[in-house]
């Protein structure tokens, strides 16, 4: 297993890095200080099917950064399966990389030291750093796991405070573990994953199978989507269950009581001290959490003779791919 900074584990205490978090439909980057704190922001379009274009915009994003600021290493968050070796985007399934050297593309456009990780693995440092995995104290706790409830089930794994990367950097995929044994077909070529099932593509996907059925529960969700299915969304879902709708709440308790056996599986594998909820999805708080603290202590492994890890909403929400690659930068 590569333990990335196994020789140097305390990123560098004064120096500045620029944090560049490349999605699907926008890049996001800004200069981040040693606390984790974002002292300047900018963003761009993501030109999503062309590499050369895409490895330009950040260029063009770092160098507005740097009319204002001195920093040194850039650390990019990518969506997707990045080499050991932090250098190669190996495959990315909502941009068009494969093999994509995208460290030497961008080192040869902005003239500074480039790392590459995978984007759960960068929001699940800022959190362990500087969020949702700090103690009463302030201090970082040893043993954390990250869940990014998106689109897709995305995860981050830190084990004696060095993040967990695997032989080949394709470590922390919890959303593709398999759950149910032929199960619903999942994007990355198997049945039955937890993303199906602990995602916001699921959440829709009830949402949608609610309404098709007629239940009498899911009225006042069609009326909000003007009677069509296909137009249901998971902040519609969210926002109709914060205001009280019982066929909504419900949709978020099924999803939370998934998240809850989830979470129960991989405390059983890897014994975090703190659980960190992110993602769109998370932002329904204890509709969702709720459900799943039930769910986690009813499925915990050895649950008469220890307590469940606390779940935690994560604190630093979009801007976690920006902090933790520009901290990653600095290691």
């Known amino acids: 297993m590569v333990e990335l900074a196994a020789q140097n584990p305390v990123p560098h205490p004064v120096q500045n890095a620029v944090g560049v978090d490349i999605g699907g439909t926008k890049i996001a980057a800004g200069v981040v200080d040693h606390r984790g704190e974002i002292l300047v922001q900018t963003r761009r379009e993501t030109p999503a ?44 399934p909502n941009l068009a990389w494969r093999d994509e050297p995208l460290a030497d593309h961008l080192e040869a456009r902005i003239d500074a030291p480039v790392v590459v990780e995978n984007d759960a693995n960068a929001a699940a440092w800022a959190e362990y750093r500087f969020g949702g995995g700090l103690d009463e104290h302030g201090n970082a706790v040893d043993d954390l796991v990250m869940l990014t409830l998106g689109t897709g089930l995305g995860g981050g794994i830190i084990t004696g ?37 602990v995602a916001g593509n ?27 299915p296909a137009a249901v969304t ?50 329904a708080g204890d509709l969702l959490l709720g459900p799943a ?8 492994s050895g649950r008469t003779h220890r307590a469940p890890p606390p779940l935690r909403t994560a604190t630093k929400g979009n801007d976690a791919g920006i902090i933790g690659a520009a901290d990653l930068a600095r290691v």
Request: with cysteine; charged share 15%.
């Open 202 to 228: 699921a959440l829709v996907r009830d949402a949608r199978d609610l309404l098709r059925s007629g239940d009498p529960d899911g009225g006042p969700l069609l009326a909000a989507v003007g009677g069509d």
């Open 293 to 300: 603290r039930v769910s986690l202590a009813e499925n915990l």
């Open 161 to 197: 405070g060095v993040l967990q990367r695997g032989a080949n950097g394709a470590a922390a995929e919890l959303g593709h573990v398999r759950a149910v044994p032929g199960g619903r077909a999942c994007g990355c070529g198997n049945s039955g994953c937890w993303e199906q099932y």
């Open 49 to 92: 099917s062309h590499p050369a274009a895409i490895a330009d915009a950040v260029a063009d994003a770092v160098a507005e950064l740097r009319t204002t600021h001195v920093f040194g290493p850039v650390g990019v968050a990518a969506a997707g399966f990045v080499d050991a070796a932090r250098r190669q985007v190996v495959f990315a």
């Open 234 to 283: 998971g902040p519609v879902v969210t926002q109709l269950a914060q205001a009280g709708d019982s066929g909504c709440a419900r949709l978020l308790a099924d999803v939370g009581r998934w998240l809850g056996e989830a979470v129960a599986s991989f405390v059983a594998m890897l014994d975090p001290e703190v659980v960190v909820i992110g993602g769109g999805v998370s932002s």
